[in-house]
């Protein structure tokens, strides 16, 4: 079954960097494209940032673009969030979500897996 485990998470000083992970298995990695989403509490899911299946494609959102960078690793079937210059504002779980499709994705709901999530805590 399709499985998205993130990883690299945690409490972080305003203007930091954290890099997030996400080991994904039980599909064909190559094939879709996936993406990052997050979610602060009280607040509804956001799009941060979607990857094509080739890695060719990205997208971000305004609010993180010059400052977030995503990546795919093919030979080990992991997507990458780096993020840089962090504010509290960046405080939320971070989701890897995972497309049916090639394209990148424009819409939360047009993922149809996502992982737990790991926390991003930016505070000092």
């Known amino acids: 079954q399709v499985q998205l485990v993130e990883s690299g998470g945690g409490l972080v000083q305003p203007g930091g960097s954290l890099r997030l992970s996400c080991a994904a298995s039980?599909?064909?990695?190559?094939?879709?494209?996936m993406g990052w989403v997050r979610q602060a509490p009280g607040k509804g899911l956001e799009l941060v940032s979607g990857?094509?299946?080739?890695?060719?494609?990205?997208s971000y959102a305004n609010f993180v673009k010059g400052r977030f960078a995503i990546s795919r690793d093919s030979a080990k079937d992991t997507l990458y969030l780096q993020m840089n210059s962090l504010k509290p504002e960046d405080s939320a779980v971070y989701h890897c979500?995972?497309?049916?499709?090639?394209?990148?994705?424009?819409?939360?709901?047009?993922?149809?897996?996502w992982g737990q999530g790991t926390q991003v805590t930016v505070s000092s």
């Open positions: 979500a995972k497309s049916p499709g090639e394209a990148v994705v424009v819409e939360t709901t047009d993922y149809d897996y």
């Open positions: 039980g599909f064909a990695f190559n094939n879709h494209a």
């Open positions: 990857i094509s299946a080739s890695g060719m494609t990205t």
